[in-house]
Protein backbone atom coordinates (compact mmCIF):
# COMPACT_ATOMS: atom_id res chain seq x y z
CA UNK A 1 0.00 0.00 0.00
CA UNK A 2 1.07 3.62 -0.86
CA UNK A 3 2.36 5.69 2.24
CA UNK A 4 3.20 9.35 1.61
CA UNK A 5 5.23 10.05 4.88
CA UNK A 6 7.92 8.50 6.94
CA UNK A 7 6.39 8.24 10.11
CA UNK A 8 3.96 5.75 11.23
CA UNK A 9 2.25 6.55 15.02
CA UNK A 10 1.60 2.84 15.84
CA UNK A 11 1.18 1.87 20.28
CA UNK A 12 -1.08 4.38 20.90
CA UNK A 13 -4.72 4.09 22.44
CA UNK A 14 -7.14 5.99 24.80
CA UNK A 15 -11.08 5.92 26.20
CA UNK A 16 -12.81 7.06 22.67
CA UNK A 17 -9.18 5.84 20.61
CA UNK A 18 -8.81 9.44 19.36
CA UNK A 19 -4.82 8.94 20.37
CA UNK A 20 -4.53 5.85 18.55
CA UNK A 21 -4.52 2.69 18.85
CA UNK A 22 -2.70 -0.08 21.56
CA UNK A 23 -3.48 -3.51 20.38
CA UNK A 24 -7.38 -2.44 20.56
CA UNK A 25 -7.14 -1.81 23.95
CA UNK A 26 -8.26 1.73 25.20
CA UNK A 27 -10.94 3.88 26.22
CA UNK A 28 -10.53 6.67 24.62
CA UNK A 29 -9.91 8.66 21.74
CA UNK A 30 -7.22 7.18 21.74
CA UNK A 31 -4.85 4.20 24.62
CA UNK A 32 -1.15 5.62 25.01
CA UNK A 33 1.36 4.16 27.24
CA UNK A 34 2.88 6.34 29.32
CA UNK A 35 6.46 6.67 28.95
CA UNK A 36 8.90 5.69 31.68
CA UNK A 37 10.94 8.90 31.64
CA UNK A 38 10.10 10.89 34.80
CA UNK A 39 11.77 13.49 36.73
CA UNK A 40 14.22 13.06 38.99
CA UNK A 41 14.85 16.18 40.82
CA UNK A 42 12.73 18.10 43.48
CA UNK A 43 9.39 20.11 42.36
CA UNK A 44 9.43 23.59 40.80
CA UNK A 45 7.80 26.84 42.32
CA UNK A 46 5.05 27.89 40.10
CA UNK A 47 7.27 30.86 38.37
CA UNK A 48 10.96 28.27 38.16
CA UNK A 49 11.79 24.72 36.66
CA UNK A 50 15.21 22.75 37.68
CA UNK A 51 16.06 20.58 35.26
CA UNK A 52 17.70 17.56 35.25
CA UNK A 53 18.76 13.87 34.07
CA UNK A 54 15.25 11.85 33.13
CA UNK A 55 15.25 8.98 34.73
CA UNK A 56 14.25 5.55 33.39
CA UNK A 57 13.78 6.82 29.72
CA UNK A 58 14.74 3.94 28.27
CA UNK A 59 17.04 3.63 24.92
CA UNK A 60 15.02 6.01 22.80
CA UNK A 61 15.18 8.87 25.05
CA UNK A 62 17.29 11.77 24.02
CA UNK A 63 21.04 12.41 26.20
CA UNK A 64 19.75 15.87 25.98
CA UNK A 65 16.38 15.52 26.81
CA UNK A 66 15.46 17.08 30.84
CA UNK A 67 12.93 16.50 33.25
CA UNK A 68 11.44 18.61 35.75
CA UNK A 69 8.00 18.74 37.90
CA UNK A 70 5.89 21.62 38.71
CA UNK A 71 3.61 22.39 41.26
CA UNK A 72 -0.19 23.81 40.21
CA UNK A 73 -3.64 24.04 42.18
CA UNK A 74 -5.58 20.53 42.19
CA UNK A 75 -8.56 22.77 42.30
CA UNK A 76 -7.89 26.12 40.62
CA UNK A 77 -11.26 27.75 42.56
CA UNK A 78 -8.81 26.78 45.57
CA UNK A 79 -5.02 28.54 43.98
CA UNK A 80 -3.69 28.10 47.41
CA UNK A 81 -5.35 24.80 48.09
CA UNK A 82 -3.63 21.48 47.93
CA UNK A 83 -1.30 21.28 45.00
CA UNK A 84 -0.45 18.61 42.88
CA UNK A 85 2.74 17.70 40.38
CA UNK A 86 2.67 18.00 36.51
CA UNK A 87 6.38 16.63 35.38
CA UNK A 88 7.55 18.54 32.28
CA UNK A 89 10.40 17.38 29.62
CA UNK A 90 12.21 19.29 27.46
CA UNK A 91 14.75 19.10 24.55
CA UNK A 92 16.69 22.60 24.51
CA UNK A 93 16.96 23.94 20.45
CA UNK A 94 19.50 22.93 18.37
CA UNK A 95 20.91 26.27 17.37
CA UNK A 96 20.57 28.98 20.28
CA UNK A 97 21.04 32.08 18.13
CA UNK A 98 17.59 31.05 15.82
CA UNK A 99 15.62 30.12 18.65
CA UNK A 100 12.21 31.72 19.02
CA UNK A 101 10.85 30.04 22.22
CA UNK A 102 9.25 26.84 23.17
CA UNK A 103 7.11 24.50 21.65
CA UNK A 104 4.33 22.50 24.05
CA UNK A 105 3.88 19.51 22.33
CA UNK A 106 0.42 18.68 23.16
CA UNK A 107 -1.03 14.71 23.33
CA UNK A 108 -4.30 12.98 22.12
CA UNK A 109 -6.24 11.16 24.58
CA UNK A 110 -7.56 12.08 26.81
CA UNK A 111 -5.20 9.58 28.39
CA UNK A 112 -2.20 10.66 26.55
CA UNK A 113 1.31 11.56 27.66
CA UNK A 114 4.03 13.69 25.70
CA UNK A 115 6.40 13.26 28.50
CA UNK A 116 9.18 11.48 25.65
CA UNK A 117 7.76 12.85 22.83
CA UNK A 118 10.77 16.04 22.80
CA UNK A 119 12.74 12.87 22.04
CA UNK A 120 10.84 11.10 19.37
CA UNK A 121 9.53 14.05 17.89
CA UNK A 122 13.41 15.50 17.48
CA UNK A 123 13.92 11.79 14.76
CA UNK A 124 11.37 13.80 12.52
CA UNK A 125 10.51 17.49 12.60
CA UNK A 126 12.83 19.01 10.27
CA UNK A 127 15.67 20.93 11.20
CA UNK A 128 14.58 25.00 11.04
CA UNK A 129 12.02 23.70 13.31
CA UNK A 130 14.59 22.37 15.85
CA UNK A 131 16.49 25.26 15.69
CA UNK A 132 13.73 27.31 16.31
CA UNK A 133 12.30 25.79 19.85
CA UNK A 134 12.90 24.42 22.80
CA UNK A 135 10.55 20.97 22.55
CA UNK A 136 8.10 20.50 25.56
CA UNK A 137 6.40 17.36 26.74
CA UNK A 138 4.42 16.99 29.71
CA UNK A 139 2.15 14.56 31.50
CA UNK A 140 -1.29 15.49 31.70
CA UNK A 141 -3.16 16.21 34.96
CA UNK A 142 -3.16 12.28 36.34
CA UNK A 143 -0.78 11.11 34.10
CA UNK A 144 2.10 9.00 35.66
CA UNK A 145 4.41 10.46 36.57
CA UNK A 146 2.65 13.59 37.21
CA UNK A 147 0.57 12.96 40.14
CA UNK A 148 -1.50 10.13 39.23
CA UNK A 149 -5.17 8.72 39.47
CA UNK A 150 -6.60 5.69 39.20
CA UNK A 151 -10.49 4.07 39.50
CA UNK A 152 -8.87 0.64 39.96
CA UNK A 153 -11.17 -1.38 37.46
CA UNK A 154 -12.21 -4.44 37.37
CA UNK A 155 -9.47 -6.17 34.62
CA UNK A 156 -12.40 -7.26 32.13
CA UNK A 157 -13.31 -3.90 32.12
CA UNK A 158 -10.45 -2.60 30.72
CA UNK A 159 -10.92 -4.33 27.21
CA UNK A 160 -11.13 -1.61 24.56
CA UNK A 161 -14.72 -3.35 23.90
CA UNK A 162 -16.21 -2.61 27.02
CA UNK A 163 -14.48 1.05 27.53
CA UNK A 164 -16.25 1.52 23.81
CA UNK A 165 -20.00 1.14 24.11
CA UNK A 166 -20.36 -1.31 21.84
CA UNK A 167 -23.99 -2.68 22.08
CA UNK A 168 -24.69 -6.68 22.92
CA UNK A 169 -25.77 -8.63 18.68
CA UNK A 170 -29.42 -7.28 18.76
CA UNK A 171 -28.70 -3.89 19.47
CA UNK A 172 -29.50 -3.58 23.79
CA UNK A 173 -28.00 -1.01 25.63
CA UNK A 174 -28.68 -2.37 29.02
CA UNK A 175 -24.93 -3.90 29.41
CA UNK A 176 -23.35 -0.56 28.23
CA UNK A 177 -25.19 0.87 31.30
CA UNK A 178 -24.66 -1.64 33.81
CA UNK A 179 -20.84 -1.10 32.28
CA UNK A 180 -21.65 2.23 32.90
CA UNK A 181 -22.77 2.29 36.89
CA UNK A 182 -19.79 -0.06 37.43
CA UNK A 183 -16.93 1.92 36.04
CA UNK A 184 -18.40 5.03 37.46
CA UNK A 185 -18.74 3.85 41.01
CA UNK A 186 -15.24 2.24 40.92
CA UNK A 187 -13.82 6.12 39.85
CA UNK A 188 -15.86 7.94 42.76
CA UNK A 189 -14.77 5.38 45.36
CA UNK A 190 -11.11 4.61 44.33
CA UNK A 191 -10.48 8.02 42.69
CA UNK A 192 -10.43 10.26 45.14
CA UNK A 193 -10.48 14.09 44.82
CA UNK A 194 -8.23 14.62 42.15
CA UNK A 195 -10.67 12.59 39.63
CA UNK A 196 -13.02 15.67 40.12
CA UNK A 197 -10.57 17.85 39.18
CA UNK A 198 -9.27 16.25 35.89
CA UNK A 199 -10.77 18.27 32.87
CA UNK A 200 -9.48 20.04 29.44
CA UNK A 201 -10.06 23.44 30.88
CA UNK A 202 -7.50 22.64 33.82
CA UNK A 203 -5.54 21.15 31.24
CA UNK A 204 -4.73 24.43 29.37
CA UNK A 205 -4.67 25.90 32.69
CA UNK A 206 -2.08 23.72 33.38
CA UNK A 207 -0.10 24.65 30.51
CA UNK A 208 -0.21 28.24 31.04
CA UNK A 209 1.90 27.55 34.31
CA UNK A 210 4.14 25.70 32.46
CA UNK A 211 4.50 28.40 29.99
CA UNK A 212 5.10 30.97 32.82
CA UNK A 213 7.39 28.35 34.83
CA UNK A 214 9.53 28.35 31.22
CA UNK A 215 9.96 32.24 31.04
CA UNK A 216 7.56 32.42 28.13
CA UNK A 217 5.32 35.73 27.18
CA UNK A 218 3.56 33.50 24.32
CA UNK A 219 4.31 29.81 23.27
CA UNK A 220 3.75 27.94 20.81
CA UNK A 221 2.27 24.58 20.15
CA UNK A 222 1.63 21.13 18.37
CA UNK A 223 -1.62 19.43 19.46
CA UNK A 224 -2.41 16.27 18.06
CA UNK A 225 -6.45 14.67 18.22
CA UNK A 226 -7.46 15.60 21.91
CA UNK A 227 -4.76 17.21 21.98
CA UNK A 228 -6.46 19.84 19.35
CA UNK A 229 -8.96 20.84 21.49
CA UNK A 230 -7.18 21.41 24.64
CA UNK A 231 -4.85 23.70 22.04
CA UNK A 232 -8.12 25.32 21.08
CA UNK A 233 -9.28 25.32 24.46
CA UNK A 234 -6.15 26.89 25.46
CA UNK A 235 -6.64 29.64 22.68
CA UNK A 236 -9.57 30.70 24.16
CA UNK A 237 -8.91 30.81 28.06
CA UNK A 238 -5.25 32.65 27.17
CA UNK A 239 -5.59 34.46 23.72
CA UNK A 240 -2.91 36.83 24.34
CA UNK A 241 -0.81 34.17 25.00
CA UNK A 242 -0.45 32.39 21.47
CA UNK A 243 2.22 32.58 19.27
CA UNK A 244 1.83 29.81 16.73
CA UNK A 245 -0.34 26.91 17.23
CA UNK A 246 -0.53 23.95 14.92
CA UNK A 247 -3.97 21.51 15.07
CA UNK A 248 -3.52 18.40 13.59
CA UNK A 249 -6.33 16.14 13.40
CA UNK A 250 -9.06 18.07 14.83
CA UNK A 251 -12.03 17.57 16.89
CA UNK A 252 -15.39 18.88 16.72
CA UNK A 253 -15.31 21.10 19.49
CA UNK A 254 -19.17 21.39 20.12
CA UNK A 255 -20.09 23.07 23.18
CA UNK A 256 -23.00 20.81 24.00
CA UNK A 257 -22.09 17.53 23.53
CA UNK A 258 -17.71 17.50 23.58
CA UNK A 259 -16.83 13.65 23.93
CA UNK A 260 -20.01 12.61 22.63
CA UNK A 261 -19.15 14.26 19.74
CA UNK A 262 -16.12 12.96 19.42
CA UNK A 263 -17.57 9.29 19.79
CA UNK A 264 -20.51 9.86 17.25
CA UNK A 265 -17.87 10.88 14.58
CA UNK A 266 -16.40 7.33 14.36
CA UNK A 267 -19.65 6.77 12.35
CA UNK A 268 -18.29 9.05 9.58
CA UNK A 269 -15.39 8.61 10.05
CA UNK A 270 -15.19 5.04 9.65
CA UNK A 271 -17.33 5.71 6.56
CA UNK A 272 -14.41 7.54 5.06
CA UNK A 273 -11.77 4.96 5.65
CA UNK A 274 -13.12 1.66 5.32
CA UNK A 275 -13.25 2.20 1.29
CA UNK A 276 -9.10 2.67 1.80
CA UNK A 277 -8.98 -0.43 3.67
CA UNK A 278 -11.37 -2.24 1.45
CA UNK A 279 -9.26 -1.19 -1.59
CA UNK A 280 -6.49 -2.87 -0.44
CA UNK A 281 -7.83 -5.76 0.29
CA UNK A 282 -9.39 -6.65 -2.88
CA UNK A 283 -6.24 -5.73 -4.68
CA UNK A 284 -4.73 -8.22 -6.73
CA UNK A 285 -1.76 -9.49 -5.46
CA UNK A 286 -1.81 -8.71 -1.32
CA UNK A 287 -0.54 -11.16 0.32
CA UNK A 288 -4.08 -11.01 2.51
CA UNK A 289 -6.36 -10.22 -0.15
CA UNK A 290 -9.85 -10.88 1.10
CA UNK A 291 -12.36 -10.32 -1.63
CA UNK A 292 -12.44 -9.58 -5.50
CA UNK A 293 -14.03 -5.98 -5.16
CA UNK A 294 -14.21 -3.43 -2.42
CA UNK A 295 -17.98 -3.77 -1.92
CA UNK A 296 -17.02 -7.53 -1.56
CA UNK A 297 -14.28 -6.98 1.30
CA UNK A 298 -17.40 -4.72 3.39
CA UNK A 299 -19.75 -7.36 2.33
CA UNK A 300 -17.59 -10.28 3.70
CA UNK A 301 -16.75 -8.05 6.61
CA UNK A 302 -20.48 -7.33 7.95
CA UNK A 303 -21.35 -10.82 7.58
CA UNK A 304 -18.41 -12.41 9.45
CA UNK A 305 -19.21 -10.10 12.25
CA UNK A 306 -22.60 -11.07 12.66
CA UNK A 307 -21.28 -14.52 12.79
CA UNK A 308 -18.90 -14.51 15.56
CA UNK A 309 -22.25 -12.27 17.47
CA UNK A 310 -23.86 -15.53 17.27
CA UNK A 311 -21.37 -17.82 17.67
CA UNK A 312 -17.52 -16.08 18.98
CA UNK A 313 -14.01 -17.69 18.32
CA UNK A 314 -12.13 -18.54 21.72
CA UNK A 315 -9.15 -16.46 22.12
CA UNK A 316 -7.35 -17.86 25.23
CA UNK A 317 -5.28 -14.86 27.06
CA UNK A 318 -7.15 -12.16 25.57
CA UNK A 319 -8.93 -9.70 27.08
CA UNK A 320 -11.93 -10.77 26.74
CA UNK A 321 -11.30 -14.35 25.95
CA UNK A 322 -13.12 -14.71 22.83
CA UNK A 323 -13.37 -13.08 19.32
CA UNK A 324 -16.59 -12.16 18.59
CA UNK A 325 -18.71 -9.83 16.31
CA UNK A 326 -17.13 -6.69 18.57
CA UNK A 327 -14.08 -7.95 19.23
CA UNK A 328 -13.97 -8.41 14.98
CA UNK A 329 -15.35 -4.19 14.77
CA UNK A 330 -13.08 -2.78 17.23
CA UNK A 331 -10.38 -4.47 15.86
CA UNK A 332 -11.33 -2.33 12.36
CA UNK A 333 -11.65 0.52 14.28
CA UNK A 334 -8.13 0.18 15.80
CA UNK A 335 -6.48 -0.65 12.26
CA UNK A 336 -8.58 1.93 10.53
CA UNK A 337 -6.07 5.02 12.20
CA UNK A 338 -3.24 4.04 9.46
CA UNK A 339 -3.09 2.32 6.77
CA UNK A 340 0.11 -0.01 7.94
CA UNK A 341 -2.83 -1.28 9.96
CA UNK A 342 -4.57 -2.88 7.26
CA UNK A 343 -2.41 -6.19 6.98
CA UNK A 344 -3.35 -7.11 10.73
CA UNK A 345 -7.21 -6.50 9.93
CA UNK A 346 -7.12 -8.30 6.36
CA UNK A 347 -5.10 -11.65 8.63
CA UNK A 348 -7.62 -11.57 11.00
CA UNK A 349 -10.94 -11.38 8.77
CA UNK A 350 -9.29 -14.56 6.80
CA UNK A 351 -8.33 -16.12 9.91
CA UNK A 352 -11.76 -15.86 11.68
CA UNK A 353 -13.53 -17.21 8.06
CA UNK A 354 -11.49 -20.53 8.83
CA UNK A 355 -12.80 -20.53 12.51
CA UNK A 356 -9.12 -19.57 13.30
CA UNK A 357 -7.85 -16.27 15.72
CA UNK A 358 -4.11 -15.50 15.25
CA UNK A 359 -3.28 -14.40 19.26
CA UNK A 360 -4.19 -10.77 20.18
CA UNK A 361 -1.76 -8.53 20.07
CA UNK A 362 0.23 -7.66 23.69
CA UNK A 363 -2.11 -5.20 25.50
CA UNK A 364 -0.05 -2.45 28.03
CA UNK A 365 0.40 -3.42 31.45
CA UNK A 366 -2.26 -3.41 33.69
CA UNK A 367 -1.30 -0.39 35.88
CA UNK A 368 -0.76 1.83 32.01
CA UNK A 369 -3.75 0.68 31.36
CA UNK A 370 -5.83 1.71 34.50
CA UNK A 371 -3.86 5.00 34.72
CA UNK A 372 -4.80 6.18 31.25
CA UNK A 373 -8.70 4.97 31.62
CA UNK A 374 -9.16 6.62 34.84
CA UNK A 375 -7.97 9.95 33.31
CA UNK A 376 -10.15 9.56 29.95
CA UNK A 377 -13.00 8.71 32.05
CA UNK A 378 -12.71 12.04 34.68
CA UNK A 379 -11.48 14.46 31.53
CA UNK A 380 -14.49 13.39 29.00
CA UNK A 381 -17.10 13.14 31.95
CA UNK A 382 -15.81 16.12 33.66
CA UNK A 383 -16.15 18.04 30.80
CA UNK A 384 -20.26 18.12 30.08
CA UNK A 385 -22.99 16.29 31.92
CA UNK A 386 -24.16 12.85 29.28
CA UNK A 387 -27.58 11.59 29.23
CA UNK A 388 -28.63 9.64 31.97
CA UNK A 389 -31.51 7.83 30.11
CA UNK A 390 -31.06 4.37 28.79
CA UNK A 391 -34.18 4.80 26.51
CA UNK A 392 -32.57 7.76 24.64
CA UNK A 393 -29.59 6.28 24.18
CA UNK A 394 -31.35 3.06 23.10
CA UNK A 395 -33.54 4.70 20.28
CA UNK A 396 -29.78 6.67 19.21
CA UNK A 397 -28.60 3.34 18.87
CA UNK A 398 -31.05 1.88 16.89
CA UNK A 399 -30.65 4.75 14.43
CA UNK A 400 -26.94 4.40 14.31
CA UNK A 401 -27.10 0.53 13.91
CA UNK A 402 -29.62 1.43 10.51
CA UNK A 403 -27.91 4.32 9.29
CA UNK A 404 -23.89 3.07 9.54
CA UNK A 405 -23.69 -0.77 9.61
CA UNK A 406 -19.96 -0.56 9.69
CA UNK A 407 -20.21 0.61 13.68
CA UNK A 408 -23.30 -1.45 14.53
CA UNK A 409 -24.38 1.51 16.88
CA UNK A 410 -21.04 2.17 18.96
CA UNK A 411 -20.56 5.55 18.56
CA UNK A 412 -24.13 6.75 19.72
CA UNK A 413 -23.87 4.19 22.89
CA UNK A 414 -23.53 5.31 26.24
CA UNK A 415 -20.39 5.46 28.02
CA UNK A 416 -19.34 5.22 31.09
CA UNK A 417 -20.10 9.30 32.25
CA UNK A 418 -24.23 8.01 31.44
CA UNK A 419 -24.07 6.59 35.17
CA UNK A 420 -21.14 9.58 36.43
CA UNK A 421 -21.85 10.60 39.67
CA UNK A 422 -20.49 13.87 39.35
CA UNK A 423 -21.92 17.39 38.15
CA UNK A 424 -19.11 19.12 35.90
CA UNK A 425 -17.69 22.01 37.64
CA UNK A 426 -18.12 24.28 35.37
CA UNK A 427 -19.64 24.56 31.33
CA UNK A 428 -17.80 23.83 28.64
CA UNK A 429 -15.48 26.13 26.84
CA UNK A 430 -17.20 27.49 23.97
CA UNK A 431 -14.43 27.89 20.93
CA UNK A 432 -14.97 31.54 19.52
CA UNK A 433 -13.37 33.90 16.75
CA UNK A 434 -12.38 36.48 18.82
CA UNK A 435 -8.48 36.67 19.53
CA UNK A 436 -5.13 36.52 17.85
CA UNK A 437 -4.94 35.15 14.60
CA UNK A 438 -2.55 32.01 15.44
CA UNK A 439 -3.98 28.88 14.72
CA UNK A 440 -2.83 26.60 11.39
CA UNK A 441 -5.31 23.44 11.74
CA UNK A 442 -4.19 20.28 9.49
CA UNK A 443 -6.70 17.62 8.33
CA UNK A 444 -6.45 14.29 6.42
CA UNK A 445 -9.34 13.60 4.67
CA UNK A 446 -9.75 10.54 5.19
CA UNK A 447 -9.56 10.37 9.60
CA UNK A 448 -11.07 7.21 11.43
CA UNK A 449 -10.88 9.03 14.36
CA UNK A 450 -11.47 12.90 14.16
CA UNK A 451 -13.16 12.73 10.60
CA UNK A 452 -13.16 16.19 8.41
CA UNK A 453 -17.10 16.76 9.14
CA UNK A 454 -15.79 17.00 12.50
CA UNK A 455 -12.30 19.49 11.54
CA UNK A 456 -14.73 21.60 10.00
CA UNK A 457 -16.87 22.47 12.78
CA UNK A 458 -13.27 23.61 14.84
CA UNK A 459 -12.38 25.54 11.40
CA UNK A 460 -16.17 27.62 11.64
CA UNK A 461 -15.75 28.19 15.47
CA UNK A 462 -12.39 29.72 15.02
CA UNK A 463 -13.05 31.87 12.19
CA UNK A 464 -10.78 34.65 11.39
CA UNK A 465 -7.79 33.01 13.90
CA UNK A 466 -7.34 30.22 12.00
CA UNK A 467 -6.02 28.93 8.18
CA UNK A 468 -7.01 25.13 7.78
CA UNK A 469 -5.09 22.83 5.37
CA UNK A 470 -6.80 19.22 4.08
CA UNK A 471 -4.49 16.87 3.28
CA UNK A 472 -5.60 13.91 0.54
CA UNK A 473 -4.36 11.43 2.45
CA UNK A 474 -6.09 9.05 5.00
CA UNK A 475 -4.90 7.77 8.33
CA UNK A 476 -5.03 9.46 11.71
CA UNK A 477 -2.28 12.21 12.65
CA UNK A 478 -1.41 14.40 9.62
CA UNK A 479 2.04 16.32 10.11
CA UNK A 480 4.63 14.03 9.74
CA UNK A 481 2.70 11.12 10.04
CA UNK A 482 0.54 9.89 7.61
CA UNK A 483 -0.31 12.98 5.52
CA UNK A 484 1.77 14.03 2.63
CA UNK A 485 4.55 16.66 1.33
CA UNK A 486 2.56 19.73 0.40
CA UNK A 487 0.70 19.66 3.86
CA UNK A 488 4.06 18.84 6.03
CA UNK A 489 5.58 21.70 3.86
CA UNK A 490 2.70 24.26 4.69
CA UNK A 491 3.18 23.12 8.51
CA UNK A 492 6.59 23.41 8.87
CA UNK A 493 6.87 26.48 6.82
CA UNK A 494 4.33 28.03 9.60
CA UNK A 495 6.12 26.62 12.76
CA UNK A 496 9.43 28.23 11.21
CA UNK A 497 8.55 31.25 9.86
CA UNK A 498 4.98 31.77 10.96
CA UNK A 499 3.89 32.18 7.38
CA UNK A 500 0.58 30.98 6.68
CA UNK A 501 -1.75 30.58 3.48
CA UNK A 502 -3.79 33.37 3.20
CA UNK A 503 -6.71 30.93 2.47
CA UNK A 504 -7.50 27.62 3.52
CA UNK A 505 -5.82 25.10 1.19
CA UNK A 506 -6.53 21.66 -0.10
CA UNK A 507 -2.87 19.40 -0.66
CA UNK A 508 -3.52 17.39 -3.61
Same mark, same amino acid.
Given at each position: ?5 R ?6 A ?6 ? +?T???G ?6 ? &?????P ?7 S? =??W??C???GPG ?10 S ?12 IR?A?SR?P??? &????R??? =? ?5 P??T ?5 S ?8 EV ?8 FA ?6 ST??T???D ?7 K ?6 P ?10 A?R???AC ?20 D?IR? +? ?6 S????SYG????A #? ?11 ? #??DS ?7 RV???? =? ?11 P????YA ?10 AT? *??V ?8 AR????P?P ?27 ? $?A?A????A??K???P ?10 LQ????? *?I ?7 AF?AS??G ?13 L??G? $? ?8 WP?AP???P???GD?GRS????V ?13 RKL??A????A?M??V ?11 G? +?C??A????? =?????R?A?D????
Amino acid at each position: MKKSTRHSRAGRATLLGLAG +ATAAAGLGLGLTA &PATASPSMTTASPST =LRWGACEGGGPGLDPRQQCATLSVPMDYAKPDGKQIRIAVSRLPSED &PSARRGAL =LLIPGGPGGTSIGQPSEKAKVLPQEVRDAYDLIGFAPRGMAPSTAVTCDLDTSDLAATKLRPWPAPDGSVEGNMANARRMSEACARNGGELIRHISTANEARDLDRIRA +ALGERRISAWGVSYGTYVGA #VYGELFPHRTDRF #VLDSNDNPDPDRVGRAW =LAGFEQGVEDTFPEFARYASTPGTPDRVAATS *AEVRRVFLELAARLDRAPLPRPGANPPVLDGNELRQAMLTSLYDPDGY $PALAQLINAARKGQVPPAPPAPPEAVLQNVTAV *AIGTICNDVAFPASAAGYQQDVHDSRAAFPLTAGM $PRGPMACAAWPFAPKEPPVRIGDKGRSSFLLVQNERDVATPLSGARKLREALGRRAVMVTVDSTGHDAYLANGN +ACGDATVTRF =LATGRRPATDLYCR
